[in-house]
């Protein structure tokens, strides 16, 4: 299992950007595949990018292609969900996930280490 803890998020206006950060830390000695959740008030939780640690396997939830990219810096240990275009829909608590191993379905039940989350407002 890892540890992971998100920050970047915040309070935009609509149009606008915000970068959120994931540090994942723990076993290093699995290949884990890394996604970004959010949760909306009152909804379900959706999977909106993920890749393959250190790898490529990039796949983005339709409703954000174009808008949101998913990124990894290795040696850091850090996954990134750069946000451009920002919709109030885009509204929610933003949640890291991994589990090994690589290619896993953007699906919540696919992923069993989640961070706690950070917020995401856009206005």
């Known amino acids: 299992h890892v540890q992971l803890v998100e920050s970047g998020g915040g309070s935009v206006q609509a149009g606008g950007s915000l970068r959120l950060s994931c540090v994942a830390s723990?076993?290093?000695?699995?290949?884990?595949?890394m996604a970004w959740f959010r949760q909306a008030p009152g909804k379900e939780r959706e999977g909106d990018a993920r890749l393959n640690f250190g790898g490529s396997g990039r796949i983005f939830a339709d409703d954000v292609k174009g808008r949101f990219y998913i990124t990894d810096k290795r040696e850091r240990n850090v996954v990134d969900l750069q946000m451009r275009g920002l919709k109030p829909t885009d509204t929610g608590l933003y949640y890291c996930a991994a589990a090994p191993p690589w290619n896993r379905p953007l699906s919540p039940s696919e992923f069993a280490d989640w961070g706690q989350g950070t917020q995401v407002t856009v206005s």
């Open positions: 723990g076993d290093s000695n699995s290949r884990y595949c």
